[in-house]
């Protein structure tokens, strides 16, 4: 028994640990309990199945937003040719040059 705790647990008092005047056999030695982690433990993994939990739900809600916002966007695509007339068939006309001639020389001054 070296160490001074497991003189303690032992049941022997150090004489320079009694009060002068204390009678030995009138002492009794309190061990505190070893300290439990469940508690904290516990916490954290709770802490972070929140987290985990509050993440997923913000992202299933931004998914959800962005898909309503698809198929808007999608039925006013072919929702836009019938309201503006012409149940479309209105196209527009995109001038483009002529692939097969080439260019005019320029004029000499």
Known sequence: MIRPDAQLRAGHIPADLLPPGTDPRNVVIVHTEPR????????????????????????????????VAATTALALKAAIPALIGGGGLVSFAV???????????????
Request: hydrophobic share 45%.
């Open 95 to 109: 001038k483009a040059p002529k692939s097969g001639g080439s260019r005019p020389p320029l004029k000499k001054r």
């Open 36 to 67: 439990s982690y469940t508690g904290p433990v516990l916490l954290i993994l709770a802490a972070t199945v929140g987290i985990g939990a509050t993440v997923y739900l913000v992202t299933a809600a931004v998914l959800s937003l962005m898909q």
